[in-house]
């Protein structure tokens, strides 16, 4: 299958959150696996479907299914066959992608927005080996030393990191717009 750039960022994407969710990395190949069948089909499938395509069990696959589905990954939609009965199906479309990409930028930028106001509102200190950061406060009490690994405290360069994250925030913004 040839990837345009959105798609194989999206599939990288979620191969790491469900490597995440599962700590296993065999979760995160599957749901590669699973999301690359529903871009080549191009149209919503029902889980038995993909089992079949994929020769694994249909129990397993709806479980991945629907922890992608809880996290944006996948799509949802029912269908009903005839006047009483649905039938549930799974897509993945360029829109849907897309979407999900801008929606993730989004997410990013806020939280890079959020560390620049606590930057520009506070002194932060930073530990040189383990690079958490510590308030002023914490500082006082743990005696200008990381209580992880004992390392010295370094008050953190507001400025250029200020600086450094308003220009990454732009170009995410600039991503998404592009
Ligand atoms: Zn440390």
Not at 4 to 23: I, N
Not at 94 to 109: G, M, P, S, T
């Amino acid at each position: 299958m040839v990837e345009d750039l959105e798609t194989s960022l999206f599939l990288e994407y979620a191969r790491r959150k469900m490597a995440f969710e599962y700590d296993n990395e065999e979760v995160g190949e599957l749901a590669v696996k699973i999301l690359s069948t529903l871009i080549e089909r191009n149209e919503a499938i029902p889980d038995e479907t993909l089992a079949l395509i994929l020769g694994i069990s249909a129990t397993e696959i709806r479980r991945v299914l629907h922890v992608m589905h809880k996290a944006g990954l996948v799509g949802l939609i029912r269908e009903s066959t005839d006047q009483y009965r649905y039938e549930y199906k799974w897509f993945i479309n360029k829109d849907f992608i897309r979407k999900f990409l801008i929606q993730h930028i989004n997410d990013v930028a806020a939280k890079l927005m959020r560390r620049i106001n606590t930057l520009s509102t506070t002194t932060l200190y930073i530990c040189p080996t383990c690079f958490r950061s510590y308030t002023l406060d914490e500082v006082y009490e743990y005696d200008f030393r990381c209580p992880r690994d004992d390392t010295e405290l370094v008050q953190a360069d507001a400025p250029s990191e200020i600086a450094f994250l308003t220009s990454t925030v732009k170009n995410l913004r600039r991503e998404e717009t592009g």
